[in-house]
């Protein structure tokens, strides 16, 4: 397909440019948890646990023993080292709901950029919508993961 009107041009450069940032944060994260300094040890060992992080001052004020509690999105970074080298079976193990919805959510990004660059529209609603159905599976998810052996 052939782009010849100009806004549609216009669009086309700034939706690559958003996904040129993205995976350029995605690249620099991906080696910097990859790339050992010395002794085989990475530069650093991923994301900061928000939920951990959030639930921690909770737990300790309820003296509850929060150890061991996982996140929807724990896994996240041993899946995407796994998955650069391949190893999809390990990927899946560290976190399937993850490695099930992630390709879901890029497939469904990709076809609302593409019809944006093409339409000009953006549909704001069926987003929000998919982003909750993915927040409430991803709710679910944390909670069966924590009580059932997942």
């Not at 100009?6 to 990859?34: D, E, N």
């Not at 992630?102 to 076809?111: C, D, E, Q, R, S």
């Not at 609603?125 to 159905?133: H, P, Y």
């Amino acid at each position: 397909m052939k782009l010849t009107d100009p806004a549609q041009k216009k669009r086309l450069h700034s939706t690559l440019t958003s996904f040129g940032v993205l995976f350029g944060i995605a690249l620099i994260y991906l080696l910097s948890v990859t790339l050992p300094i010395k002794n085989g040890e990475p530069l650093w060992y991923g994301i900061p646990c928000v939920f951990y992080k959030g639930t921690e001052y909770i737990f300790k004020l309820l003296k509850i023993n929060h150890e061991g509690i996982k996140c929807a999105g724990c896994g996240l970074s041993r899946m995407l080292i796994s998955m650069v080298k391949l190893d999809f079976v390990s990927a899946f193990c560290y976190n399937p709901f993850l490695f099930v919805t992630g390709p879901l959510l890029i497939v469904y990004l990709a076809a609302e950029n593409i019809k944006y660059i093409i339409t000009g529209k953006q549909d704001i609603g069926k987003w929000q919508i998919f982003l909750d159905v993915e927040g409430v599976l991803a709710l679910l998810y944390m909670i069966l993961r924590n009580f059932l052996p997942i």
